[in-house]
Antibody, heavy 121, light 107 residues
Framework: QVHLVESGGGVVQPGRSLRLSCAASGFNFNNYAMHWVRQAPGKGLEWVTLIWHDGTYKYYADSVKGRFTISKDSSKNTLYLQMNSLRAEDTAVYYC??????????????WGQGTLVTVSS | DIQMTQSPSSLSASVGDRVTITCRASQDLGNYLAWYQQKPGKVPNLLIFAASALQLGVPSRFSGSGSGTDFTLTINSLQAEDVATYYCQKYNSAPLTFGGGTKVEIK
């Protein structure tokens, strides 16, 4: 059974950094690309970033490019999101999601429960 | 970047009704389009991938159609448990944009 558990959220001041983690189990983490998707309070879903199964390719939304970095540690079955220079508009629930891919085209089939990040002074 | 436009933004229908939600892309996506359901306070759930393929475990009253720029999610015989917000997502290339969502309520 696929299980994804995010952690690391909390309240952080603007301009500071935070690292989110997503512990994966129930599938071969080495073989899957992974996403981060966020949802601001009362708003819709916003795709944030995707990492290839082997980490060779990474893609980012323009809103986070240059500030956020996705990575995965297959030895720990863990996905990470390093978030720097945080802004108030980054306040959201952050979900990690397993990717299903057809060639290089990847949607999201299993989602974690999410972790809330609040950027506020 | 490709823009994704969902309509309507909300709808109210009766139990047993047929409900249709549309998603329009500003450029050709082929069939790289997914639909997700997010019930209130819950995590998004994949319903449809490749525009028309039903994800395992999803009730057969849900169906998807379309290709290129115009896509449709249909709920045949709406049930009370289908109250949710529905999102389309393009996944042909980054950015993997979601539509704005359609909130479905029971009349």
């Amino acid at each position: 059974q696929v299980h994804l558990v995010e952690s690391g959220g909390g309240v952080v001041q603007p301009g500071r950094s935070l690292r989110l983690s997503c512990a994966a189990s129930g599938f071969n983490f080495n073989n899957y690309a992974m996403h981060w998707v966020r949802q601001a309070p009362g708003k819709g879903l916003e795709w944030v970033t995707l990492i290839w199964h082997d980490g060779t390719y990474k893609y980012y939304a323009d809103s986070v490019k240059g500030r956020f970095t996705i990575s995965k540690d297959s030895s720990k079955n863990t996905l990470y999101l390093q978030m720097n220079s945080l802004r108030a508009e980054d306040t959201a629930v952050y979900y990690c999601a397993r990717a299903f891919c057809s060639s290089t085209n990847c949607g999201a089939d299993y989602w974690g429960q999410g972790t809330l990040v609040t950027v506020s002074s | 970047d490709i823009q994704m436009t969902q309509s309507p933004s909300s709808l109210s229908a009766s139990v047993g009704d047929r409900v249709t939600i549309t998603c329009r892309a500003s450029q050709d996506l082929g069939n790289y389009l997914a639909w997700y359901q997010q019930k209130p306070g819950k995590v998004p759930n994949l319903l449809i991938f490749a525009a028309s393929a039903l994800q395992l475990g999803v009730p057969s009253r849900f169906s998807g159609s379309g290709s290129g720029t115009d896509f449709t999610l249909t709920i045949n015989s709406l049930q009370a448990e289908d109250v949710a917000t529905y999102y389309c997502q393009k996944y042909n290339s980054a950015p993997l944009t979601f539509g704005g969502g359609t909130k479905v309520e029971i009349k």
